[in-house]
Every structure is written in C-alpha cells, then in structure tokens.
C-alpha cells in the first residue's frame, strides 16, 4: 500500500465508529470509499443494508454481500460516508471526480449525518484548485460550459468518453475562485441543462474526518 493509501484506509477504518448503531447506511464513491467497503468486511459489520451512490459501489457492495437498498424503499439513511476531491475550513466540498456526483448529492442530502472522509491532501482554504465536475444533459454540454464561462470564468473541459451512470456527460470547470461557494452551487445549478454541480456547499459534512501518518483528525 502506498502512504496515501494507508491514510486512505485510516480514515475508512475511523468511520466505522460512526455507523455502529446504523441499521442503514449510504456508501459513496471512490478509491477511499473503496477502503470503507473493505472495512465492513474486515470488521463484519451487521447492517440491514446500504443506499449505493454509483454503480461501481453497488457491484462492491453486493460483491461483499452487503444488500443494495434503493432510496424509494428507505426511511432514513441514518449516516452516510463519502470521500471528496476537496474540503474547505467550512466543511464544504468539491466532489465528482469520479462522476458519481449527482447521486452522492442525492444521499448527501436525504442522510441524518455526512461523515466524509479523506487524506489531508485533500484539505484547502478556498475550493477551485480542483476542476469543478459539472454532470449535463448531453445536449446541453456546450451551451453550460459557454455560460459558466461567461459568468463565473474558468476553463470548461469535456470529460469526452465518459458517461455517467445516469446517461449524462460531464464539464470540469478549471482554474475557478470560488469565494462563494454557496451562490455558486446555487447559481450553477439554475443554468438550464445542468443536473447538477460537484459542489457540497448548500449542505456541507458534517462531520471531516482527515488522515495524516499519525493522527486521525475529526473536524
Ligand atoms: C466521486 C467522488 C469521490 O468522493 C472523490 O472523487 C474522491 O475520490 P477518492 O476517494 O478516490 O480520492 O466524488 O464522484
């Protein structure tokens, strides 16, 4: 395991202590959620089971034997437990890296707690160093990117062959400062064609739990 990989696998291992009393969970996506999974096996967690955020966490999940809920059947997604591309000083997120960003803001929204976790590579004073995912309606693509230029600036670019698991494609907003956040998402998500922005500002973790070589760091 690389050391980033062992940070990886100290945070997943330190959010098992926030589902303990879960009976459902929701599962994110990504390198570090990947290690969360494992944890569940390792430390045979009993649950009854797991709202998936993508299709690559689902074929984990049940790989693991963790039954795959869908949201329409679930009353309350008690904690939910994701990674990011990026964090700020205010809990607020850049998330999409790995596409998944529409349905992680579905659960990220319908769960009682957002406990997300990361390596402290990931943490930043102002978010936008990261590109911003953007997932669009395909026949949109040109239309937003040419808006959220003109308006917000950045650099658009097509995440050409890739697809999202909703059918839709992606823009990846580079070189944004993004010193509201929260007008941003807001101002993003109202341009027609988009489904939605990979920014978790609106509604923010809970709780960060961060991974350096020695400590676990809960913000
Ligand atoms: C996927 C995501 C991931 O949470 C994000 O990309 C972080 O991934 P990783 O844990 O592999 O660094 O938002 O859409």
């Known amino acids: ?5 062992q940070k990886k696998r100290k945070t997943a291992e330190a959010a098992i202590e926030y589902i303990k009393d879960a009976r459902v969970i929701g599962v994110g996506t990504g390198s570090t959620v990947n290690h969360f999974i494992d944890c569940l096996i390792d430390f045979k967690i009993d649950i009854e089971g797991a709202v998936s955020s993508s299709e690559g966490t689902t074929q984990r999940l049940k790989e693991a034997g963790i039954p795959v809920l869908d949201l329409n059947d ?4 008690r ?3 994701d990674g ?3 964090v700020d000083p205010h809990k607020q997120l850049i998330k999409g890296g790995g596409g998944a960003l529409t349905r992680e803001k579905i659960i990220a929204d ?4 957002f406990v997300c976790i990361v390596d402290e590579s990931k943490m930043v004073e102002t978010l936008g160093a990261f590109p911003l995912p953007i997932e669009v309606i395909p026949m949109s693509r040109s239309y937003v990117a040419r808006q959220v230029m003109s308006r917000f600036g950045g650099q658009p670019e097509w995440r ?6 909703n059918g839709n494609q992606i ?9 509201d956040p929260i007008a941003l998402e807001k101002a993003i998500n109202d341009i027609p064609g988009v489904i939605t922005v990979g920014l978790f500002a609106i509604k923010p973790a809970d709780i960060i739990l961060i991974a350096s070589d020695d ?3 809960v913000m």
Do not use: S
């Not at 823009?171 to 010193?179: A, K, M, P, V």
């Open 79 to 81: 904690v939910y437990i």
């Open 215 to 217: 400590e676990i760091k």
């Open 1 to 5: 395991m690389t050391p980033q990989d």
């Open 110 to 113: 319908a769960c009682r707690q």
């Open 171 to 179: 823009i990846d907003i580079h070189n944004l400062d993004i010193t």
């Open 160 to 165: 050409e062959n890739f697809i999202t698991d």
């Open 84 to 86: 990011a591309d990026e």
């Open 74 to 77: 679930v009353d309350e997604i």
